[in-house]
């Protein structure tokens, strides 16, 4: 699947990644051919790994502080799903965050969350095959998994 496949497919989320949108992007997905519903995945993952990134993942939750007024984290899971958020935003948000970090920092809030995104290549999957999805993609979308866009974590 070409980029440019991917972001048209993302694009019918509208820009959010909500459990009905993905339902519906997972329902367009399975009518293509299998090697669509992988190549999805293979970008998908892609897309959340180059996002994988010190400097987004060390940002603070935007609209959260801990019990003594300081910036509250994200987690992992959060991290993960933030990302998934900026990718459901569409491909000139994608692209935009890598040269303002700014840009990335307002999918940090609890208003979004990207997690319905990860399971739309399983649903599409199982809707065209009737099996469960037990592939692996080339990339590991996994916060911190990106040894390049987190250096210290480096062995």
Known sequence: MTWADFWALIA?????ATQESCRRLAEELSRRPVPDIIGFAERHAEA??????????????VDLTDRDGSPF???SDVFLYTRCAVVAAGRTVWESVFFDVDKFAPYTSTEYDGEW???VPDQAYELATGKEWDLMTRHCFESYSNRDGWPHLRN
């Not at 019918?12 to 959010?16: A, K, P, R, S, V």
């Not at 959340?48 to 939750?61: A, N």
């Open 12 to 16: 019918t989320l509208d820009g959010e």
């Open 117 to 119: 995104l990860l399971y």
């Open 48 to 61: 959340l790994y180059r996002l994988d990134q010190e400097k987004f993942g060390t940002l603070p939750v």
């Open 73 to 75: 984290p994200q987690s």
